[in-house]
C-alpha cells in the first residue's frame, strides 16, 4: 500500500489494515463534520437557480447589510491591529512587573461568551446603562446603532493580532532593535525598517484570523444591534432575518458570501504557512 | 514604579506602547466586564437568590455546560484521530485535508448553524436518514451537541499536532521491541506522551463551546427547559429589559467555566508531574 506511505517511522506493528482503518475513519469524520455542512450552503443556495441567487444579493437590503459588514470589519481590523503593534511591542521589547497578566489579559475577550460581549456594552451603553442615558441625552446613539456594533466586533477580535505579534516578536528577540538604535536610529526608524519586515507575515496572518472573525462575528453584534433592517444588519444578522422568515435561498445566498470569504482565509492562511515554513522565501 | 536599574532601556517606545496598550484594554475589555459583577451586586439578595434558583435558569447553564462536555469528549477522540493521520500518514490530498480543518474558525457561526439545522432538520439530507432509525438531531440537545462538535473541532487535533511532530520514534519503537502490541504501545506511551496537549485542546473546545450561541440557536429549537441554552436566556432577559438578571446569569456562566477551567489546569499540573515531563 504505497497510498498509506507512513511519513515518518510508524509505530511497529502498526499494521497496513490498521493504517487503512484509521485513515477511513479520519476521512468519514471531515466528510461527515466539516465538507458536508460547507457543500450544503451553496447547494442550497443554488437550490432554484442562479436568478434566485443573484435575486437574493441583488436585495437593497443584502446590499447594506454587506456594506455594513465591511465597514465594521475594516474598522476593528485597522484598532485592533494598531493595538497588536503596541501590545507585541512593549511585551516582547521591555520587561516590567505584571506582564503575565497583561498577556493573560490580552486573551481574556476569547473565553467570554460572544452574548456576554454584546451584554457588558448594553450594560454601559444601554438605554438603562450606566452611562447610555447620559450618551442619549446628548446625542450619541451607541447601542441599537453603528458603534455599539463596531464596539462589539472590535471587543471579540482584540487578541487576534497580538496574540500572533507576541509569540513571533518574542522569538526574534531584541538585538536588531538594540543594534539600530546604537547606529541612531529613531523609534519609528526601528520600527518600520527593522521590526516591520521582520513580522510582516505573523501580522498578515493576524489580520487575516481578526477580518474573518469581525465579518462573521453574531452574537455580540446581535445583542447590541436592535436588527433595524437596512441600518444596523451586518450579514450574519441579515441572514437569520432571512432564515427565519423561510427565505432559505436569500439566506444561503449570503451565507455563500460569507462561506467564499471563509474559504478565501483558508487559502491564504495555508499559502502564509507554506512561506513562513520555508526560509527562503 | 517600573524603574529598574541594572541595563538601562535601549530601545525606545515604552513609555507610549504601554501606556496606549493599558489605555485601549481597560476601556474596551476591563472596564466594561467589570459591568457585570455591577450590575449583579446591585440586587437584593432575595433577587439573586430568586434568579439562580430559578428552574429555568438552572436548565439552561447545565445545558451549556452539558452539550459543551460532550462536544469537547468527542472532539478530544476525534481530534486525536485527526491529528495522528494527519502527521503519521501520506495520502493524497493531506495538505488540503489539514487546511480544511480550520474551516470551523473561519467560517461564520451563523453560516455553520443554517447550514447543520438545513441538514440535520427532518427533511435535510441527513436527518431524513436518521429518522427511520427513530433518532432525531435538530431541534433536541442532540443537535446543540452536533453543533458544537462542529466549531470546536479544530481546538484538539491544532494542540495534539505539534507534540505528535515532535514525539521520538526511538520512543515508540523500544515499546514496539519490548514487545507491546500496537495498541498498547499507542495507550501505555503515546498517550501519556500527548496526553497533556489533549487536555489543553478539550478545556479550549470546552470553554468554547460552553458561550458558543451562532451555531447553535438555528439547530437546537430553543424550546425553554428543553434545548434553551444560557447565552441564548441571558440574550432573551436583555430584551426584556431584565438587565440584572442577564448580569446575574452571566456572572454564573463566567464563574462556572472558570473553576472548570482552573480544575483542568490543576489536572494538568497533576498529570506532568506524573509524568515527570
Known amino acids: 500500500m504505497t497510498l498509506l506511505a507512513p511519513r515518518r517511522s510508524p509505530l511497529v506493528g502498526e499494521s497496513a489494515t490498521t493504517r487503512r482503518v484509521l485513515l477511513a475513519l479520519a476521512l468519514a469524520a471531515i466528510g461527515l463534520f466539516l465538507l458536508l455542512p460547507l457543500a450544503t450552503v451553496f447547494a442550497e443556495a443554488l437550490s432554484k437557480g442562479w436568478g434566485a441567487y443573484f435575486e437574493g444579493l441583488a436585495d437593497p437590503d443584502a446590499r447594506a447589510a454587506i456594506r455594513l459588514t465591511l465597514l465594521v470589519a475594516a474598522i476593528s481590523v485597522a484598532v485592533n491591529f494598531a493595538f497588536g503593534i503596541a501590545a507585541a511591542w512593549a511585551v516582547t521589547k521591555f520587561d516590567f512587573p505584571g506582564k503575565s497578566l497583561l498577556v493573560t489579559f490580552i486573551d481574556l475577550p476569547f473565553s467570554v461568551s460572544p452574548v456576554i460581549a454584546g451584554l457588558i456594552y448594553v450594560l454601559l451603553f444601554g438605554a438603562h446603562g450606566l452611562i447610555g442615558p447620559w450618551l442619549i441625552a446628548h446625542g450619541v446613539e451607541v447601542i441599537f446603532a453603528v458603534p455599539g456594533i463596531v464596539l462589539a466586533t472590535v471587543f471579540v477580535t482584540l487578541p487576534f493580532v497580538a496574540r500572533e505579534l507576541i509569540p513571533t516578536m518574542e522569538m526574534l528577540g531584541r538585538g536588531d532593535e538594540e543594534v539600530a538604535r546604537t547606529l541612531g536610529a529613531s523609534g519609528w526608524q526601528i520600527f518600520f525598517r527593522v521590526t516591520l519586515p521582520n513580522v510582516k507575515w505573523a501580522a498578515l496572518y493576524g489580520v487575516l484570523l481578526c477580518n474573518a472573525r469581525a465579518m462573521g462575528e453574531f452574537g455580540a453584534v446581535s445583542v447590541v444591534s436592535g436588527h433595524l433592517r437596512g441600518q444596523t444588519d451586518t450579514m450574519p444578522l441579515h441572514i437569520e432575518i432571512l432564515y427565519n422568515e423561510y427565505n432559505f435561498v436569500a439566506a444561503f445566498a449570503v451565507a455563500s458570501l460569507l462561506a467564499l470569504m471563509a474559504l478565501f482565509t483558508l487559502a491564504l492562511k495555508s499559502a502564509l504557512e507554506a512561506v513562513t515554513e520555508n526560509p527562503g522565501r | ?277
Open chain 2, 1 to 277: 514604579m517600573f524603574a529598574r536599574a541594572a541595563s538601562p532601556r535601549v530601545i525606545p517606545g515604552f513609555g507610549p506602547t504601554l501606556g496606549f496598550t493599558l489605555a485601549y484594554l481597560s476601556l474596551v475589555v476591563l472596564l466594561p466586564l467589570a459591568m457585570i459583577p455591577l450590575k449583579a451586586l446591585g440586587l437584593s439578595g432575595a433577587e439573586v437568590l430568586a434568579i439562580v434558583t430559578d428552574a429555568r435558569t438552572l436548565h439552561a447553564i447545565g445545558l451549556s455546560f452539558g452539550a459543551a462536555l460532550a462536544a469537547a469528549a468527542v472532539n478530544a477522540v476525534l481530534g486525536t484521530l485527526l491529528a495522528w493521520v494527519l502527521v503519521r500518514y501520506d495520502f493524497p490530498a493531506r495538505r488540503l485535508v489539514d487546511a480544511l480543518i480550520d474551516l470551523p474558525f473561519a467560517l461564520p457561526t451563523a453560516v455553520a448553524g443554517i447550514s447543520l439545522a438545513a441538514l440535520y432538520a427532518p427533511n435535510g439530507w441527513i436527518g431524513e436518514r436518521l429518522a427511520p432509525l427513530g433518532l432525531k438531531v435538530a431541534y433536541t440537545p442532540l443537535g446543540i451537541v452536533v453543533a458544537l462538535i462542529f466549531v470546536g473541532l479544530p481546538f484538539v487535533v491544532r494542540t495534539v499536532e505539534p507534540v505528535l511532530e515532535a514525539l521520538d520514534a526511538e520512543v515508540e519503537e523500544a515499546a514496539a521491541t519490548l514487545g507491546a502490541s500496537w495498541f498498547a504501545g499507542f495507550r501505555r506511551v503515546v498517550l501519556p506522551l500527548i496526553g497533556p496537549a489533549v487536555l489543553t485542546g478539550f478545556a479550549m473546545a470546552l470553554a468554547r463551546g460552553i458561550g458558543e450561541y451562532g451555531s447553535v440557536i438555528f439547530i437546537a429549537g430553543n424550546l425553554p427547559m428543553v434545548s434553551e441554552i444560557a447565552p441564548l436566556l441571558i440574550a432573551i432577559r436583555l430584551e426584556e429589559y431584565n438587565d440584572a438578571a442577564a448580569a446575574m446569569i452571566a456572572l454564573l456562566m463566567l464563574a462556572a467555566a472558570f473553576a472548570l477551567l482552573l480544575t483542568i489546569n490543576l489536572l494538568q499540573a497533576w498529570a506532568r508531574r506524573r509524568i515527570g515531563g
